[in-house]
């Protein structure tokens, strides 16, 4: 098994670019999210996905967009990239349980828009 | 809302030696789970341990186990004999009892360890 695998790992880009960040996992878990990480802030989640087809918000949405077709694959794109966006993303999968189930993160992918 | 603390100052520990990592809470949830994750320098998350709400016993393991104490809405992490290896930001987390991939992480605790 790859576990979760995120591409691309390092990208630079201009403010009001767009872009897809990838994530895909290949253990069939059901949960999958999408979590930010900047300096000194722990990690925030951004948005999360209980199944194909649904998707919410976490915490912290704003300028970005999910969409979850398939189990495995769920992608999250940067609409008009802002230097506040600057960070690094980390993916996320798990089974759906109800306690007890870890996160399995992928190596995360660094963003600096300039 | 949920809200993870930690506020320890980065912390040099000698090797072989335990180290108690400090996490506290608030939720109103009536029932959590707590974890604990690693992050090295290279950058991935690793996850060390879990403890449930309504669990009577405190989690371990390995070297690693959680001094889970409910009522002060605490949850230590506890590293017994420290490795050079062990030197990381740890992350303590929370996740709501239903919906459980919507983590809360704190800032984390940077741990060196020294020889």
């Known amino acids: 098994n790859a576990g979760v695998t995120q591409t691309p790992k390092f990208q630079v880009l201009k403010t009001g670019q767009s872009m897809t960040l990838q994530c895909a996992q290949d253990?069939?878990?059901?949960?999958m999210s999408w979590y930010r990480q900047d300096p000194g802030m722990g990690l925030r989640l951004i948005h999360y996905?209980?199944?194909?087809?649904?998707?919410d918000q976490g915490e912290v949405p704003n300028g970005y967009n999910v969409s979850r077709s398939t189990t495995e694959d769920f992608p999250l794109r940067l609409l008009s990239a802002a230097p506040s966006q600057t960070s690094v993303y980390f993916c996320?999968?798990?089974?759906?349980?109800?306690?007890?189930?870890?996160?399995?993160f992928g190596p995360g992918t660094r963003l600096t828009v300039l | 809302a949920q809200k993870i603390t930690q506020t320890q100052p980065g912390m040099f520990v000698q090797e072989k030696e335990a180290v108690t990592l400090d996490c506290t809470y608030d939720?109103?949830?009536?029932?959590?789970?707590l974890f604990w994750y690693k992050q090295p320098s290279s950058g991935e998350m690793i996850f060390l341990i879990y403890q449930g709400s309504y669990d009577q016993q405190n989690a371990t393991e390995g070297r690693y186990s959680l001094n889970f104490q409910k009522a002060r809405k605490s949850a230590n992490l506890v590293i017994s004999a420290s490795q050079l290896g062990d030197s990381a930001m740890y992350f303590c987390a929370m996740s709501r009892s239903f919906g459980n991939n919507r983590l809360a992480f704190g800032k984390g605790n940077q741990v060196v360890v020294i020889p």
């Open positions: 939720t109103s949830d009536p029932s959590y789970g």
């Open positions: 996320a999968s798990n089974k759906r349980r109800e306690f007890g189930n870890e996160q399995f």
């Open positions: 996905s209980v199944g194909a087809g649904i998707t």
């Open positions: 253990m069939n878990h059901e949960y």
